[in-house]
């Protein structure tokens, strides 16, 4: 079995204009964590998060589960991928990161918290 999809990201300029613009269309429930960052409850499917990055990159990016952040990304770069950041811890346990594809997408990576 594949690893699935575990949470999406929209990065821009403004988090409080997309967090008001995924509300108010998707009905979306939103909840900021920190400054610049929010985790969006869609309601059924996948949890991601909008956040605001000034002049940073901005993206719309999906993040795949994975057993091991550091494993894969190095397999990622054995395969024509490249690193792009992290990988960063979670606060609620795990880890995650991102990578560009061959072509230059931006892909994140998750690891949950080890189980107990």
Partial sequence: MGNPIAHFEIIGKDKEALSDFYSSIFEWKIDP???????????????????????????????VSVDDVVTKLAEIESKGG???????????????????????????????????
């Avoid at 059924?44 to 990016?61: A, C, D, K």
């Avoid at 609620?92 to 072509?103: K, L, M, N, S, T």
Wanted: charged fraction near 20%; hydrophobic fraction near 35%.
């Fill in 33 to 63: 964590i920190m400054e610049e960052y929010s985790l969006v409850d869609p309601g059924s499917g996948i949890g991601g998060g909008i956040g605001g990055m000034n002049e940073g990159r901005r993206h719309v990016t999906f993040y």
């Fill in 82 to 116: 490249k690193i792009a950041f992290g990988p960063h811890p979670i606060p609620a346990g795990g880890f995650f990161a991102g990578f560009e594809d061959p072509e230059g997408h931006l892909i994140g990576l998750m690891q949950g918290p080890p189980e107990k």
